[in-house]
């Protein structure tokens, strides 16, 4: 009975454990403490939304066996310009969404593609390698903040040059997602378009990893040298997984800053990865396996969490900067519980 209850443990996995129980003791908490839980639901739901994607993007890069991609900036980075070329063409609403998505796409397949080739060359070392190129190609891109010949009011500072760290999407692309089809019932609000898009995103996620092409870069992943002796292209199947990952974290962006009504350039997109990471591998995946339900469970857990903790501390402490510290000690804690796991689970 005891080995079972061990096994039982071991297979719901010590991180989605621990971040269960402590989500679980803040509701109970924040109903004690009076705080109405509607409102809370409702944000959940939002930041549920608006970081899913971020967490899709782990899944190709897992199945084909470069693991945990650290690198999610290549892909925001081209999010962010195919963003920023929609909001200089002055569009609004869906239209806007939809020329965004079309230019980060292909320019993201693009660097995908780069990215994957190097990671090629750099066999058993892809996590520290994605990390450099992630932080580097942020750095790069400050530059380009600089020195892109955008003349938007909207962006551009209006004294100098280059583009403002913050950027309001308002009147553009600001809740496109989020208010279509929203259902209001009391202080609830579903955002309902938002949560929509991501469900398409996972099915079809879903569904091309039981294509023919799909089965095949989780057969790459899950052994190279089975895979070999079947006849399949080993690196093909990994650059493959790389430019979807690369492709999913610039639509997420998209995605992401739409919700928040704001885009953040220079630093911000720096450590956007890690939450990401964090918020897989809370829902159950390890650096060489991973499901797609395993892709909401975590983002769930993970963002609910921050979510509810900051009316509680406020009430409890008044620490305004709780959500941001709890955020922060999360996702490195659960990265480096993965990492200790990685022999564990080849």
Same mark, same amino acid.
């Given at each position: 009975m005891y080995k079972k209850i061990i096994q039982t443990l071991n297979n719901?996995?010590?991180?989605?454990?621990?971040?269960?129980? @402590?989500?679980?003791?803040?509701?109970?908490t924040s109903s004690a403490l009076g705080i109405s839980l509607l409102p809370l639901i409702s944000v959940m739901l939002v930041r549920v939304g608006m970081s899913a994607i971020f967490v899709l993007a782990m899944v190709p890069s897992i199945a084909c066996g470069i693991g945990l991609n650290f690198g999610l900036s290549l892909g925001?980075?081209?999010?962010?310009?195919?963003?920023?070329?929609?909001?200089e063409l002055n569009l609004a609403g869906f239209p806007a969404l939809f020329i965004a998505i079309m230019i980060a796409v292909p320019l993201a397949a693009i660097?995908?593609?780069? @990215?994957?080739?190097?990671?090629? !060359? &750099?066999k058993g070392s892809e996590m520290a390698v994605?990390?450099?190129?992630?932080?580097?190609?942020?750095?790069?891109?400050c530059i380009g903040w600089l020195i892109l010949p955008l003349k938007s009011p909207k962006m551009v500072w209006p004294i100098g040059k280059g583009l403002? &760290?913050?950027?309001?999407?308002?009147?553009?692309?600001? !809740? &496109?997602?989020?208010? @279509?089809?929203?259902?209001r019932i009391g202080s609830l609000t579903i955002p309902t378009g938002l949560l929509l898009f991501v469900l398409i995103m996972g099915g079809i996620t879903w569904l091309f990893l039981r294509s023919k092409t799909g089965i095949a870069m989780k057969t790459v992943g899950a052994n190279p040298l089975f895979a070999v002796a079947s006849g399949l292209n080993v690196d093909k199947?990994?650059?493959?997984?790389?430019?979807?990952?690369?492709?999913?974290?610039a639509i997420g962006i998209i995605v992401y800053a739409q919700s928040l009504g704001l885009l953040q350039l220079y630093g911000a997109p720096m450590y956007m990865g890690f939450a990401a990471v964090a918020g897989i591998l809370i829902g159950g995946a390890t650096v060489n396996k991973v499901l797609i339900s395993q892709v909401f469970i975590g983002t769930f857990l993970f963002q609910s969490m921050l979510v509810v903790s900051l009316p509680v501390a406020n009430k409890i402490m008044?620490?305004?900067d709780l959500a941001e510290i709890a955020r922060v000690i999360t996702s490195n804690g659960v990265i480096l519980y993965a990492l200790t796991k990685i022999k564990e689970n080849a």
């Amino acid at each position: 009975m005891y080995k079972k209850i061990i096994q039982t443990l071991n297979n719901f996995g010590f991180p989605r454990m621990i971040i269960t129980l @402590f989500l679980t003791i803040l509701l109970i908490t924040s109903s004690a403490l009076g705080i109405s839980l509607l409102p809370l639901i409702s944000v959940m739901l939002v930041r549920v939304g608006m970081s899913a994607i971020f967490v899709l993007a782990m899944v190709p890069s897992i199945a084909c066996g470069i693991g945990l991609n650290f690198g999610l900036s290549l892909g925001i980075i081209c999010g962010i310009i195919g963003a920023l070329i929609s909001i200089e063409l002055n569009l609004a609403g869906f239209p806007a969404l939809f020329i965004a998505i079309m230019i980060a796409v292909p320019l993201a397949a693009i660097i995908g593609y780069g @990215f994957g080739a190097l990671l090629n !060359k &750099v066999k058993g070392s892809e996590m520290a390698v994605s990390t450099y190129m992630g932080f580097s190609a942020v750095s790069l891109a400050c530059i380009g903040w600089l020195i892109l010949p955008l003349k938007s009011p909207k962006m551009v500072w209006p004294i100098g040059k280059g583009l403002r &760290v913050t950027i309001s999407l308002y009147g553009g692309l600001s !809740k &496109v997602l989020n208010n @279509f089809l929203s259902i209001r019932i009391g202080s609830l609000t579903i955002p309902t378009g938002l949560l929509l898009f991501v469900l398409i995103m996972g099915g079809i996620t879903w569904l091309f990893l039981r294509s023919k092409t799909g089965i095949a870069m989780k057969t790459v992943g899950a052994n190279p040298l089975f895979a070999v002796a079947s006849g399949l292209n080993v690196d093909k199947y990994r650059i493959l997984g790389a430019s979807l990952s690369t492709i999913l974290s610039a639509i997420g962006i998209i995605v992401y800053a739409q919700s928040l009504g704001l885009l953040q350039l220079y630093g911000a997109p720096m450590y956007m990865g890690f939450a990401a990471v964090a918020g897989i591998l809370i829902g159950g995946a390890t650096v060489n396996k991973v499901l797609i339900s395993q892709v909401f469970i975590g983002t769930f857990l993970f963002q609910s969490m921050l979510v509810v903790s900051l009316p509680v501390a406020n009430k409890i402490m008044n620490i305004p900067d709780l959500a941001e510290i709890a955020r922060v000690i999360t996702s490195n804690g659960v990265i480096l519980y993965a990492l200790t796991k990685i022999k564990e689970n080849a």
